[in-house]
C-alpha cells in the first residue's frame, strides 16, 4: 500500500481528500504507539510522504514525530512495528526538555529509549555542555554512551578547549567519566590522563580538580593536585597533594557535611614535610555546629604543632601575621524554659616567637547557667553564674566560681529611665603556690535617653541623647592570676555622655553617627578619650571608629576603612589603622576595575608607617572568555615573591 501527499496531524484533522489515509492512520499508527508505551498518550506525525509496506511505516522528505514534549525531526524516518524500532537518518534533530541531539544517522528503541546516532552531538542547555562523537550510543532515558568524543561548553567547530577522549560515559547519577582523555587547547593537545571525570548533568561529581601551579621565592615553583570525593548528597571531601620543589612535601584534606539531624561543618587537616628545616608541619582548621531542639553545640579548631607554619607556608596575610589562634567548644541546653547551662572550652596557642607555650593560661572547662530575664512585679530578674578551671603546664592555675543576680527597672518611653542593681561573689582557689580567696561586687547603673526625630521630606533624623552612671565596687584584693578579663575589673564611678544621630530615607538607614564621652571619678585623668562612631551606605560606603584624647585633642586610636564605585565596574577602598600605646599604624588600599570588557584587575597594598614599610603588594588579573577564564596573582613581601595561575573551565572547575 502506497500513499503520497502530505499527511498532517495524524490522529485527526485531515481534509476531506485524506479520509482513506487517516482512517488508516488512526487504526493502525496511534494503537500501535500505545500499546508500546503501555498508557495513553498524543502523539503527532507529519511528512512529505508516507508509506506502510510489510509493518514498517516510512516518512519521507521532512519528516517530524512530536510525542510527550519531545521532537524528533530527520529527511527520513521508518518504524518497525514488530521490534518497536525507529530508524532515522539525514539532518536529524532530537529535542527533549534539556536535550537536544544531532546527527546523521541513527537506529532508537521506542519501547526501552535505547539506540545509537552516528557521527552526531549531545547539547545540555542548562549546563552549556556540547558532546561530539563518531557513535553516540543512548543506553537509557538520561545515559549515554560516546565513542572518539569531543567535551567543551564552547561554542564553535573549533572551540577554545576541549577534552577529547576514547570513550565518554554520562548519565544523571554518576555524572561523566572518559577514558584516554587528551586535553586540548583549540587544536593544540596539553596534557593527557588516561581518566577522566567532570559534575555533566550533576551538581556534584568525583574526580580530579584542575591544577594549581606558581612560583614563590620561599618555596621555588609549587604544585597542588586536587582531588573531590563526592562522599553522598550531604557529605564530600577534596583531598591534594601539594608539592614544593625547594622544601617538601604535603597534603591537604577538608571534609564538609551537612547532617539531618542538625549537624554541619568542615575540617581542614594539612600535614607537609619540609626537607630543607627538617621538620614536619601538622595544622588543624574547621568549625562543627550543631543545633537541636535540646541545645545548640558549636566546636572551633585552630591548632599547629610548629608556630612558624602559617608565616612561612600560608599566601593569606592576615593568617600570617595573627598572633594567637584559639580552639573554642561551647554547648548550651536549655533545661526550663528561660534557664540555659553551657560547657565552654577555650585553648590558646601563642604564635609569637619566644613565647613559652606551657605558660598560656587556658579555659579548660568553664560550665555555667543563665536565667533570662523574668518580671518579678516592676523589676527584671537575671542571674549569671559560672565554675572556671583554668590550667597550663607551668605557673599558677586555679578555679573561679562566679554567682552574679541583677535586678533593673525602667520606664518612660520618648524620654526613659533605666536602673540595674547587682551583687556578685567570686571565689578562687589557686594552685602553685597555693592560695584562697574571695570578692565581693556590687554595681549599680543607670541611664536617661531622650528619643527625637524630625521629618524632613527627602530624610528622617532620629536623635538619641543618652546621660548614664555606672559604679562598680569590689572588695578584697585581685588576685594574682590574671584568669580573664574579669579579674581586671577595679573601682569605679564613671559618668557617660553619648549623643546618637541616625539618618533614614526609603532605602533605610544611611547615616550613623554617634559621640561617647566618659568622666571617671576615680581615673588619674578624669576626662577620657571622645570615642566617634560613623558609618554610612550612600553616597559611598564608611565605617569609623576614633578615640580622641581630649587634652591634647590627639587621636589615639583609630579605625577607618571605606570603598567608593567611582564609576561603573570601578572600586576603591582603603582601610586605616592606628594606635597610639601599641605604636601601629597601618594603611590598606586596594582598587578593581575591568581594563577591558573581559580582562578584571585587582590590586591591594599593605603599608606600615611604623616602621615596617611595605607588607604586602598583591595584584589580580582575571581574564574571563564565555567557557573559560585565567587567574594570575602576583604577591610581593619582604624577602617573598610569589607568582599563583589558575585555569577555570564553565562548567568543569571553577577558580578560587
Keep these: ?63 517530524q514525530i512530536q510525542r510527550d514534549g519531545t521532537t524528533l525531526k530527520a529527511d527520513r524516518a521508518t518504524y518497525y512495528e514488530k521490534t518497536s524500532e525507529l530508524y532515522i537518518e539525514g539532518n536529524i534533530h532530537y529535542e527533549s526538555g534539556d536535550v537536544i541531539m544531532q546527527g546523521d544517522e541513527g537506529l532508537f528503541n521506542l519501547e526501552n529509549e535505547t539506540g545509537f546516532l552516528y557521527n552526531g552531538s549531545v547539547f545540555f542547555k542548562k549546563e552549556n555542555y556540547h558532546i561530539k562523537g563518531q557513535t553516540i550510543e543512548k543506553l537509557g532515558e538520561t545515559d549515554y554512551q560516546v565513542w572518539h568524543s569531543t567535551l567543551t561548553t564552547c561554542q564553535g567547530d573549533c572551540p577554545d578547549w576541549s577534552f577529547n577522549s576514547r570513550v565518554m560515559k554520562t548519565n544523571a547519577r554518576t555524572g561523566l567519566s572518559a577514558f584516554g582523555m587528551t586535553f586540548r587547547v583549540k587544536d593544540l593537545p596539553v596534557f593527557y590522563t588516561p581518566y577522566f571525570t567532570a559534575p555533566v548533568q550533576v551538581a556534584r561529581k568525583s574526580g580530579l580538580l584542575l591544577p594549581e601551579y606558581g612560583y614563590r621565592q620561599f618555596t621555588g615553583f609549587y604544585l597542588k593536585l586536587p582531588y573531590y570525593w563526592a562522599i553522598s548528597s550531604n557529605r564530600d571531601l577534596t583531598a591534594g597533594l601539594d608539592v614544593y620543589m625547594n622544601r617538601g612535601l604535603g597534603g591537604e584534606t577538608e571534609y564538609r557535611y551537612m547532617e539531618t539531624n542538625g549537624m554541619s561543618g568542615d575540617q581542614r587537616i594539612t600535614v607537609l614535610r619540609d626537607w630543607k628545616a627538617d621538620r614536619d608541619y601538622l595544622a588543624a582548621r574547621g568549625a562543627h555546629f550543631y543545633y537541636g531542639d535540646a541545645g545548640d553545640a558549636f566546636l572551633a579548631v585552630d591548632m599547629l604543632n610548629h608556630r612558624d607554619f602559617y608565616q612561612l607556608y600560608n599566601l593569606n596575610l592576615q593568617d600570617s601575621e595573627s598572633r594567637y589562634l584559639e580552639t573554642r567548644g561551647e554547648a548550651w541546653i536549655e533545661p526550663f524554659a528561660g534557664v540555659k547551662t553551657y560547657l565552654l572550652t577555650r585553648l590558646f596557642q601563642d604564635l609569637e616567637p619566644g613565647v613559652d607555650q606551657k605558660t598560656i593560661l587556658q579555659k579548660l572547662p568553664e560550665a555555667g547557667v543563665f536565667v533570662e530575664p523574668r518580671e518579678l512585679g516592676p523589676m527584671t530578674f537575671t542571674l549569671q553564674s559560672d565554675a572556671a578551671n583554668f590550667w597550663r603546664e607551668e605557673g599558677q592555675t586555679g578555679e573561679r566560681f562566679r554567682l552574679e543576680p541583677t535586678l533593673a527597672h525602667s520606664f518612660g518611653d520618648g524620654l526613659s529611665f533605666f536602673q540595674s542593681f547587682g551583687a556578685g561573689s567570686r571565689t578562687y582557689s589557686l594552685q602553685d603556690p597555693s592560695e584562697n580567696m574571695e570578692r565581693m561586687a556590687f554595681l549599680y547603673q543607670n541611664s536617661l535617653t531622650a528619643r527625637l526625630d524630625k521629618n524632613y521630606g527627602s530624610f528622617t533624623h532620629y536623635l538619641e ?40 530615607n526609603t532605602g533605610g538607614e544611611f547615616l550613623l553617627f554617634n559621640v561617647d564621652e566618659q568622666y571617671d571619678f576615680d581615673a588619674p585623668r578624669r576626662l577620657q578619650p571622645v570615642t566617634l562612631n560613623v558609618s554610612s551606605a550612600k ?55 575591568k581594563i577591558m570588557s573581559n580582562l578584571l584587575f585587582d590590586s591591594n597594598v599593605w603599608l606600615d608607617s611604623k616602621g615596617g614599610g611595605l607588607r604586602e603588594l598583591r595584584t589580580t588579573f582575571n581574564y574571563i572568555s564565555k567557557c573559560w577564564n585565567v587567574v594570575l596573582t602576583v604577591a610581593k613581601r619582604p624577602n617573598d615573591f610569589a607568582v599563583s595561575f589558575q585555569i577555570g573551565l564553565a562548567g568543569i572547575v571553577k577558580t578560587k
Design 539 to 593: 553616597p559611598f560606603a564608611l565605617r569609623a571608629q576614633l578615640a580622641v584624647d581630649p587634652y591634647s585633642t590627639r587621636i589615639t586610636t583609630a579605625d577607618v576603612e571605606g570603598g567608593l564605585e567611582v564609576m561603573k565596574d570601578t572600586l576603591i577602598h582603603f582601610r586605616e589603622r592606628y594606635s597610639k600605646d601599641e605604636a601601629t599604624w597601618t594603611h590598606i588600599f586596594g582598587a578593581s576595575f
Design 465 to 504: 541623647p543618652s546621660l548614664s552612671f555606672y559604679h562598680e565596687n569590689l572588695s578584697g584584693n585581685q588576685p594574682a592570676l590574671i584568669m580573664d578579663s574579669t579579674e581586671l575589673e577595679q573601682n569605679t564611678n564613671t559618668v557617660e555622655l553619648s549623643v546618637m544621630n541616625r539618618f533614614f
Design 1 to 63: 500500500m502506497r500513499m503520497r501527499g502530505r499527511a498532517r496531524g495524524i490522529g485527526g484533522g485531515a481534509a476531506k481528500s485524506m479520509i482513506g489515509p487517516t482512517f488508516i492512520f488512526l487504526v493502525f499508527i496511534v494503537p500501535l504507539f500505545h500499546a508500546v508505551r503501555a498508557r495513553a498518550f498524543e502523539e503527532k506525525a507529519q511528512a512529505d510522504e508516507l508509506i506502510y509496506q510489510e509493518g514498517a511505516f516510512t516518512f519521507k522528505g521532512h519528516a
